[in-house]
């Protein structure tokens, strides 16, 4: 008996390289099973989230010339995160490209140089730059590091003279407008190479210390405010000229939207879409960038919940899947394969039906069992 | 940069060996991923249709009992094809078990000992049997080899004096009243180690030289045919004490429901269900076997419609994959990741709606692309 080490599909497979090996790629790989697409993936370490589904993959570092090149192979290239240097995306010509990624690697740049809704910001570099920053600002803002921000991480609430952990004197920050929001929202939509835009309906979002956390879908925005957000997204899609999924998140304050955070690829603000639409963003994100056409966005159910798992006080969650179907048979379960630290994303569930707060209620209960709390 | 090897998932993880490694065992995976289950399969070949989407693949063959034992490990065992020894199946613990298996794995075994209902049947040894047995069953009769049959082989019309090719003198066949049917129906339900059972709507089936081609679900049949149909699955679970999915393949007559084929695994009557259905079929074999409560089985859709694509006239039928979205960016494609040969099963679509006649008219002409006829 021999192991079957990275076996390639058959020849003649349309093949996709994947630069990250989170649960993003390992999601995309459900959706390329089933397309008979060849997924590669370059993970961090051999039991990452998608090499645990992924034959293909190779273990490197996003920002290694050599590993991403070797990966590439000349084959259609995209990322599942934002921590790819604009040269190595460009030596392999990556869908989304590097002109379109750095709106989402660089806050400064998508503040600057997007034409949509913002909150007011200010760009700092010395101690006395950011307080005169918060002061007109209102007296206090949101510090945002230009990049490598995630999940939380580099942003915080600030008034003038407290300390920004994440911020060195000299280093350029972004202060924004701390905006006093009725809702947080995401537009997902994904886009061709040659232009061909779909968009899902748009979601509420809830975060919990700076993570996605619950995800409502649709929204309960009216129509009018569901085609702003979306039109919104879209006119970002054709200034950024992305390829693939693009999630625009944002703050609804009274009838304002204001755009907080891009993202370019599947977002967590999507996953509701595994279960609950016609076509998932992993299947359409492979579809956008393989330049095939895009499918429906339409919703199947009249609503979607989906809540994180962040954490749990389980050695491993997967030990409670039972408790939580006893509970309640129909939730859709997502792990990650990912081991439990305090507070990080290993997983999600959605539920589909009819009744928003029903559905809610059932999500959280299923959640609080895979975190060990019932 | 190191090639990851069969990686397994984190330490925890549920994990499920397969003996045999074709698209039942692939379209298995896409389910697993996402609970966060670990698959390891026994492939016939390196590049089989689940070593190209299961990291953790051996080669190996399914009556090879070292081979079997290595794979299993002491993990929950199940099979995605019925050709393993019954003492492998024993000495593993599979579910199903291997006194459930015999059912599916031996015709005249499942003719004589259920109790369900049945055309009628003889058990023949010589030529003079043979032709005594077609005699009493009407004149023409359907043989059947005991053993080994699989996509129309080991099955023929005869009347008597033919020859019956897969017959050798001395060896036991089955002799079967050819059935005038109505229809072709398949009754798909799933039963946990404790007896909890569910089952899916009935569906209708359409043989192409013997080999599933098209599947409507729901059927078009009343509610009492259903129900019986159902019960009468319900009933051979029980009898059987199966484990894990069992697909019951009947036909209608008038009003009577006779049982034609059984198999214990995933079936091609129950694909339609990964994109039409509450629960998949694999979903819920996996939920089955690993003695998980079992998912709810109700359609999302009013109708679903899925046909095979057996064989192409492309080198590779995903060349086409781009045309098939052109001309309708709503079928749900699945390829096997399996090399043409003619008539062999290499993929499906399904089609999800609400007007059966339109969405047969869809699932027809994506195929009819994938072949290469259009």
Redesign the interface.
Known sequence: ??????????????VIAVIGGGQLA??M??AA??????LRCL?EA??GSA?????A????QAD?A??VS??SGGEVTTVEHEHVPAEILDSVGARPSAAALRFAQNKIVMRSELDAPMPSWRVARTRAEIDAAIDELGGVAVAKAATGGYDGKGVAVVHPGEDIPFWQPGQEILLEEKIDFDMELAALIARRPGGQIEAWPVVRTVQRDGICFEVTAPAPISEELDDRAREIARSIAEQTGVVGVLAVEMFLAGDRLLINELAMRPHNSGHWT?DGA?TSQFEQHL?AVA??????TDP??PASVMVNLLGSSL??P??A??RV??AD??V????????VRPGRKI?HVTVCGDDVEELRARAHRAIEILEGKK
Chains 1, 2 share one sequence.
């Open positions: 008996m021999q192991k079957v080490v990275g076996t390639g599909a058959t020849e003649g497979a349309p390992r999601m790989q459900e099973i089933a397309l008979g697409i060849e993970v051999p039991d090499a645990q589904a992924i034959p993959s190779t273990v490197g290694d050599e590993a070797r990966l595994i016609a579809r330049d095939y056409p895009l499918g429906p199947i159910f050695a491993d997967r030990e899947l039972g179907w006893e048979p129909g859709k379960v997502h792990m990650y394969g990912k081991e997983g």
